[in-house]
């Protein structure tokens, strides 16, 4: 009766990983420290681990929780609300929509997809600027949040992996 | 090296998962949509959360800082003889720039005094520490530990030892958000030296931000200073802001304050002079029979009222051969 209530709790707290992972890298990202001097704009953390997250265990990862994860991040963020939101409900539905071709890169090429994701979120947020604000917002701290975000990916991607390893897919239903 | 190379798991039913997903977006679009509208819902939110999160945001940055610091020092160990010699020299070109600024400051004074000029009265403010900073693509701001409790209210300007770093957009009750002079949101009405050209300093997410300068009549070239103007009734007017750089129409602003480096600031508490409410207290003929005559700076004039702006009689004749002690 224990070993049974240990195993749903361990298999309860395993499938909130994916979800607690992304928050907490919003919460990281929006800590009060601007390293590097505040020359380049901070990394959008949550998106590596959504994408992740989104290719391997989209079950784990609802779109109402990218939702979530996304409002918390232009909250914190002070940027206005809904932006990053329906950019990273965009790189969601672009790893389902791909996940068999985006699951399958590896190594190098693997940046190259989340590249897409990230560009795809970025757009989406930058065109719902216009839409709202009536005004284009400035293109190249964009792109250099861009650049510095798919930098980061293979130092998010390689622990959520190992996670996903040794943690959150021993648990998986149907393994 | 493979990052993503596991297995996918299918999600239990995909029509349901890209169902959600539109419907997810159109919340996420109605959310951007509302949030411009009813600004203030969000507002709240955003301030409640910097509230409740506040304690905990001071004590992190700490290490952070420290933290941070250490990292830009190692930079900065190769640089630092360079940079030696040109402090070295900066520093011989700065003492004599001194003296002519003491010399400058003494006659300054003789001539307010003569002139009976009314005084700058420095407006109140609140010393506020940095506990967050936010460098994103849409938005640059910082948060404060110093709120509604404190007399911070948004619109106040924010300035640290070297200049203005921009104005408060959101308040708590413990905290408040500045939106900084670099965001894309930012524009503040600026004078430009020697010129006294009317410019807007507006923010592109750069470092620099760009001058407007489609309604100000003067010259604007690099390496005149840059400071805040009282026009609108948004800024305490005389408040360093940067020099100019750029040439041709876009012209930039380098701005004193480093806002990276900022520690501490100070919110200032500017409240735009009330009119007089008796015309009889501003009319030259019987405020000069009253009083000696005094000099004054501009005076701002709050946005949108439209009226005619108290004057004060400017007469350095008489005001030369008044007595000054006697307004002082």
Request: glycine content about 8%; charged content about 15%.
């Amino acid at each position: 009766m224990v070993d049974l209530l240990s195993l749903n709790f361990s298999r309860f707290s395993a499938a909130l990983l994916p979800v607690g992972s992304a928050i907490l890298l919003t919460i990281l990202v929006n800590l009060p420290v601007s390293l590097m001097g505040g020359l380049f704009p901070a990394p959008i953390l949550a998106l590596p681990a959504i994408y992740f997250w989104a290719l391997v265990r989209p079950d784990l990862m609802s779109p109402f929780a990218v939702l979530f994860i996304g409002v918390l991040e232009d909250l914190l963020s002070g940027g206005p609300p809904g932006l990053w939101a329906a950019g990273f409900l965009a790189a969601y539905a672009l790893a389902d929509r791909q996940r068999d071709i985006l699951a399958g890169l590896s190594g190098a090429i693997a940046l190259f997809g989340f590249a897409a994701a990230m560009l795809l979120a970025s757009a989406t947020a930058y065109i719902l600027t216009w839409i709202v604000y009536l005004r284009w917002p400035a293109l190249a701290p964009l792109l250099l949040a861009n650049v510095v975000t798919v930098m980061f990916y293979p130092l998010i991607a390689l622990p959520l992996g190992w996670l996903h390893r040794r943690v959150v897919g021993a648990t998986r239903g149907d393994a | 090296m493979s990052w993503s190379g596991v297995r996918p798991t299918r999600a239990r039913g995909v029509f349901g998962t890209r169902t959600s997903v539109i419907v997810c977006g159109i919340i996420a679009v109605a959310i951007a949509v509302f949030g411009k509208a009813e600004a203030s819902i969000f507002d709240t939110a955003r301030a409640k959360l910097s509230d409740m999160t506040g304690p905990a945001l001071l004590e992190v940055r700490a290490p952070l800082i420290a933290f941070e610091r250490w990292i830009d020092s190692v930079g900065t160990i190769f640089s630092v003889y360079r940079e030696n010699i040109e402090l070295r020299k900066e520093n011989a070109e700065l003492r004599k720039w001194q003296d002519v600024a003491l010399s400058l400051e003494n006659r300054m004074q003789r001539y307010e005094l003569l002139l009976n000029s009314v005084p700058d009265i420095a407006p109140p403010a609140v010393t506020a520490r940095v506990i967050g900073e936010s460098n994103r693509p849409f938005v640059r701001t910082m948060i404060l530990n110093a709120g509604t409790d404190q007399g911070v209210t948004k619109g106040q300007a924010v300035a640290n030892e070297r200049g203005l770093v921009g104005r408060i957009y959101l308040t708590g009750k413990s905290t408040s958000w500045v939106i900084l002079l670099t965001d894309v949101n930012s524009r503040v009405p600026v004078v430009i030296e020697p010129s006294m050209r009317r410019a807007i300093l507006a923010g592109d997410n750069t470092p620099a931000p760009l001058l407007d300068l489609d309604l100000g009549i003067g010259a604007a070239s690099t390496g005149d200073r840059v400071l805040s103007t009282g026009d609108g009734g948004l800024l305490p007017a005389g408040l360093p802001v940067g020099v100019v750089m750029g040439e041709g129409n876009e012209l930039r602003v380098s701005l004193f304050a480093a806002t990276a480096a900022s520690d501490y600031v100070r919110v200032v508490d500017y409240v735009v002079p009330p009119p007089p409410s008796d015309p009889a207290d501003v009319s030259p003929a019987v405020a000069g029979a009253k009083r000696p005559v005094a000099t004054a700076t501009a005076v701002a004039r709050p946005a949108g009222v439209i009226r005619k702006a108290p004057t004060l009689p400017v007469d350095t004749a008489r005001a030369a051969g008044s007595n000054v002690e006697e307004d002082r």
